[in-house]
Every structure is written in structure tokens, then in C-alpha cells.
């Protein structure tokens, strides 16, 4: 999703039975090319999108986080920045949470 001229969605279809592991995680895009992280449930990578592709396309594929943001409490910690113990996380829980509504969405697809 750093690249603007990335289609996040299109490439996960395309590359989805070919992916071994996925390291979910999304940017938004900034003059000159450059982007910075943004939080895994907005930004240009769609991250919901593309755990609905690779369920369907490659189900059970390992996802993982990427970095969370600095919380309270982690200031003095001495962390690198972006893995803050609480902020990978929250980071953790959104993409729990988002796996969560898509096996949800699959069920009702198999009841029906």
C-alpha cells in the first residue's frame, strides 16, 4: 500500500494460492512517493479487503501485525518505534477483530 500506484486488492487476488505469509499492514500515501504507517483498520491497504481475499483464496494463511502505535505508558519503555508492547496489541486485537468478521461472514455463507 505504499506505492500509489498499488492496487493492494488486485494484488492479493493475484498472488493470493501463491502466498506463504502475510504481513498485513497499511499506509497512507504522501507527496513525492513518500507514505507514512497509518492503523491497520484505515489507510490505502484495505486490510479487510484482503483477509476476505486470502481466506477465500488460501484459507488459514498465517497474517500477522505489523507495527501499533506508541500507547500510554510506553513512552519510557525504550521501545524501537513502532513496537511498543501495547501498541502491537491494539494493533493485534483490530486484526483479530476484522479476521473475526470474516469468519463470521463465512458461516453465513455456508448456512445459507
Known amino acids: 500500500s505504499a ?12 498472488f493470493a494460492r501463491r502466498t506463504h505469509f502475510v504481513h498485513l499492514r497499511s499506509t497512507a500515501a504522501m507527496p ?11 489507510g490505502r491497504g484495505h486490510l479487510i479487503d484482503l483477509i476476505r481475499i486470502f481466506e477465500k ?11 501499533g502505535r506508541m500507547m ?3 513512552e519510557d519503555k525504550g521501545y524501537n518505534p513502532g ?4 501498541g ?3 494493533a493485534l486485537a483490530q486484526v483479530e477483530g476484522m479476521m473475526a468478521v ?10 445459507q
Request: aromatic residues 6%.
Open 88 to 90: 502491537r496489541m491494539l
Open 102 to 111: 470474516v469468519d463470521d461472514e463465512k458461516e453465513r455463507q455456508i448456512k
Open 57 to 67: 483464496e488460501n484459507p488459514g494463511l498465517p497474517m500477522r501485525v505489523d507495527h
Open 32 to 42: 513525492g512517493g513518500n507514505f507514512i504507517e497509518s492503523s491497520h483498520l484505515t
Open 3 to 14: 506505492g500509489e500506484h498499488n492496487d493492494t486488492r488486485e494484488l492479493a487476488k493475484k
Open 83 to 86: 513496537y511498543s508492547f501495547h
Open 72 to 74: 500510554l505508558g510506553d
